[in-house]
């Protein structure tokens, strides 16, 4: 008869910050730095689009972005904030399959958004007349449900598999909980979660920068047969979007091949790098990229410090 206690679900999962304790309160500062700035960027750049009434696609389309941004580093900083004070970094098991779908689906909602943001900028270039039409409300609704709809059911799956597996163990080697650290920590067959998990990776890191492949291509042979001063805008345009896609692909496709295969054959602070980058440079990332080359926020930024924040400053100073 199979022993029964080596299989179990545990209460508590041990996460792999290692070295990391030995300097705890430096990294404490850095996250709660860092943590602040994203919050602040983000909800800055959210707060200029509804304030200012910019509801145009691209400006709702950004907004997506940082308001996901904020949505996977709530489910991170914290977490990493209150471990890093702890003697023994744990979380519990019902916990860490809540920041697995948060942080996964964060991942998910990105690629997509970039992905629609791509849809956006060829229409934008290569049909302006018909871009009203073809980018209506309605379906920039459309676009903006399908953004949310599609990675939450392909994650919610992935982790309806994830959490049906018995356990043998309960050490995360990262320092957050993912999909693939807690699968290999079952003592059972997990080929299902394991082609699943390649289905999700064709289906979002494979298909969705094809779709953005193509739309470039086709932006590339109208810029190809337009004036110099179109090209230089339209470049100017899909700058910002090209430096966030490219980033957030190099980041989850490092992450993604390096660290599933040999995570502990690699030294610890690749280790920790490679699996943070995704969840540290895109949020931070995108408010500023977009909020500096995107010319209308910027301007509205501008707008906002100069004529309202110092002034109000430079009023208070005369008063005393």
């Known amino acids: 008869m199979e022993n029964s206690t080596t299989h179990f679900h545990p209460s508590v999962m041990t996460l792999g910050f290692g070295e990391m304790t030995s300097i705890k309160y430096l990294y404490c ?9 994203i919050i602040l960027c983000n909800n800055a750049v959210i707060a200029i689009v509804i304030l200012h009434k910019m509801f145009q696609p691209m400006y709702i389309f950004i907004s997506t ?36 779908f948060v942080i996964n689906a964060y991942v998910g909602c990105e690629i997509t958004i970039l992905t629609v943001m791509g849809f956006d900028r060829y229409v934008s270039i290569c049909n302006p007349l018909r871009y009203n039409t073809i980018m209506s409300p309605t379906t920039v609704y459309k676009l903006i449900a399908t ?24 050490v995360i080697l990262k320092i957050y909980c993912d999909n693939w650290s807690v699968v290999r920590l079952s003592c059972v067959d997990t080929t299902v979660n394991n082609i699943y998990g390649i289905f999700i990776i064709v289906a979002t890191l494979v298909t969705m920068p094809l779709l953005v492949f193509i739309s470039y291509v086709e932006i590339l042979r109208v810029c190809a047969r337009s004036s110099k001063d179109f090209r230089s805008k339209a470049l100017q345009t899909c700058a910002p979007h090209l430096i966030s896609i490219t980033n957030f692909l190099v980041d989850v496709l490092f992450e993604a091949t390096l660290y599933r295969f040999t995570p502990t054959n690699l030294p610890y602070t690749l280790r920790v790098f490679m699996s943070v980058n995704v969840l540290v440079v895109p949020p931070i990332l995108n408010p500023l990229i977009y909020g500096f080359k995107t010319h209308k926020i910027r301007r509205k930024m501008f707008k906002l410090f100069f004529q309202n924040i110092i002034p109000l400053k430079c009023l208070s100073t005369v008063s005393r």
Request: proline share 4%.
């Open 65 to 100: 972005l940082c308001f996901n941004s904020l949505f996977g580093s709530f489910a991170f900083y914290p977490s990493l904030f209150i471990n890093l004070l702890q003697d023994v970094q744990t979380i519990s098991y019902v916990g860490c399959i809540v920041q697995d």
């Open 147 to 170: 953004v949310w709809m599609y990675p939450l059911i392909l994650i919610t799956i992935h982790i309806i598999l994830t959490i049906r597996l018995p356990l043998c163990d309960s």
């Open 29 to 37: 500062a850095l996250v709660i730095v860092w943590y602040l700035m």
